[in-house]
């Protein structure tokens, strides 16, 4: 039974993980890029206005901040349930 329970935190912890992933991929490329452009029109960021840098590179960074942040945070959930490679 307990282990039937650890197994059901483990996978609460990875959907958690991977739904505040996908909340902010979805801000930043949805909500920045297109929905606040209008808003962020004034901002200036390398020539271009700050929503457009969103959508075209800002996005891209995130994306690839949130693959080595979701790499840790899975590495370390692994080792806290013992199930690490």
């Known amino acids: 039974m307990s282990d039937k329970s650890s197994s059901n935190a483990y996978w609460a912890a990875n959907l958690r993980i991977i739904g505040i992933s996908l909340v902010v991929w979805f801000v930043c490329s949805f909500g920045l890029g297109i929905i606040l452009?209008?808003?962020?029109?004034?901002?200036?960021?390398?020539?271009?206005?700050?929503?457009?840098?969103?959508?075209?590179?800002?996005?891209?960074?995130?994306?690839?901040?949130?693959?080595?942040?979701?790499?840790?945070?899975?590495?370390?959930?692994?080792?806290?349930?013992?199930?690490?490679e």
């Open 37 to 84: 452009r209008p808003a962020l029109e004034g901002i200036s960021v390398g020539g271009a206005d700050l929503g457009f840098w969103f959508a075209q590179n800002g996005s891209i960074y995130v994306f690839l901040v949130l693959i080595f942040v979701y790499a840790w945070r899975m590495n370390k959930l692994d080792r806290e349930h013992g199930v690490e």
